[in-house]
């Protein structure tokens, strides 16, 4: 019966977190009543098991929203993301230089570009070139640098180096997220820095973010996006929140 009841102490004590974030050994003592020692116990088994994570001064907290892998993002709004891909690689005018992003739906625009006469894709992670790896009428460079083996891209020193040699008639951007007033959401601060050198470099600007990712808030790093900027995404999107970037002088395409 006392195991039991450690049991479901625990499972409420993660339960708590996830909803409130923190909680003190206090509170949880005074809740559950048991001792602060048997609280701070629990504590330590459920720090152990990764589903919590302990703070300053005896509070726990939730471990923070973990990044899914390529892989994962693969299965996710595959139709919405090929639509979106299309749209975007469709926007490709002969001759010119673009840059794709590391991510599933950039990378989805390589099956259609192939079509394309005397383009340069300059790619910033291994999705694109995977897509173009055989499309001999396209020319491709890499801008090289550190690959973050969960979003298959190239971020650091050097592959900003890269990209501050360069410009774009056009940049296609993934996310992790996106917001109006905020901007680019990612995992990392540098690939945040990696975005907003993109962004600079770039004559036409769009974000490929499908519905599930606008206004979403997963992560603490962020880059900007100015008015100006394409937000691609596909037709379940939420009008509110498609106003919203609209309201910020963005353009809105849902396909």
């Known amino acids: 019966m006392a195991v039991r009841e450690s049991e479901a102490r625990r499972s409420e004590i993660v339960r708590l977190a996830r909803s409130s974030g923190l909680a003190s050994v206090d509170d949880l003592s005074a809740q559950f009543g048991v001792t602060a020692s048997t609280i701070r116990r629990d504590l330590s088994q459920l720090t152990s098991q990764g589903l919590i994570a302990r703070t300053y001064g005896g509070a726990i907290a939730l471990d923070p929203q973990q990044e899914s892998s390529l892989r994962q993002r693969a299965l996710e709004g595959f139709d919405a993301k090929r639509a979106i891909a299309e749209w975007a690689a469709s926007q490709v005018r002969p001759g010119e230089t673009i840059l794709l992003d590391a991510g599933t739906t950039v990378g989805a625009m390589g099956e259609f570009l192939r079509e394309i006469d005397d383009i340069t ?71 945040t820095r990696l975005k907003e050198i993109m962004i600079e470099r770039a004559d036409e600007v769009y974000v490929l973010a499908h519905a599930a990712k606008l206004g979403q808030r997963p992560f603490h790093a962020w880059a900007p996006i100015p008015p100006g900027t394409t937000i691609v995404t596909d037709d379940s999107a939420d009008t509110e929140e498609t106003a919203s970037f609209e309201a910020a002088g963005m353009r809105v395409v849902r396909v």
């Open 121 to 191: 894709v300059i790619a910033a992670g291994l999705t694109a070139l995977e897509s173009l790896a055989d499309a001999d009428s396209v020319r491709v460079e890499c801008i090289g640098g550190t690959l973050r083996h969960l979003s298959q891209g190239f971020v650091g020193p050097l592959a900003e180096a890269t990209l501050q040699r360069v410009t774009f008639d056009r940049a296609f951007l993934g996310a992790d997220a996106v917001t109006a007033d905020l901007g680019i959401c990612e995992a990392e601060l540098e690939q």
